[in-house]
């Protein structure tokens, strides 16, 4: 598939077929999210590939209550190793890195005929809890993995290039 394909066919999965993915697809696509750039060469990304069901259904918990997150066969838990170092302009490398890694998950998923949905909204603590993660690592996305009930694609309501391009200035 074209990258291009890819992007236009990507949207976020919140319903899953009983179906499992095999573990060298799984490896293929966190292949793709190890080739992603990152700040200074860092690589401060890490994922947990949790497939067991209890563990599903308590991140699930953890992302205050979304239930789809332990629907999907396998949740992939984004996380920085990191030692929060921040870049010249004052940005911090890791979330900018595991973003990077993380769409290019997205875009291999979908790809390869998987469904995902980005999940940001959890307690960090709690997943850590539930997967024995260190303080010292972050935990940055909740990445749910697998093959969507509907299929098809969705149309996506985006605002118009001339909304979200400036040339030249701000105004």
Known sequence: ??????????????????????HDLVMKILDAARHAPSASNRQEWRFIVVRDEKKRLQLAQA?????FVSEAP???????QTD???MRGGQLCYP???????????LCAAA???????????????VRDILEIPEDIRVVALLPLGYPKDPSKTAKRRLPMDKIVKYDRWG
């Open 112 to 126: 390869e005929g998987l469904g995902t949905c980005w999940i940001g909204a959890f307690v960090e603590q709690e």
């Open 63 to 67: 992302a205050f209550e979304q239930r």
């Open 96 to 106: 900018i890195d595991v973003a990077i890694a993380v769409d290019h998950i997205t």
């Open 1 to 22: 598939m074209d990258v291009y394909d890819a992007i236009y066919l990507r949207k976020s999965v919140r319903s899953y077929q009983d179906r499992d993915v095999p």
């Open 84 to 86: 929060n170092h921040v």
């Open 74 to 80: 396998l949740v992939l838990v984004c996380c920085a």
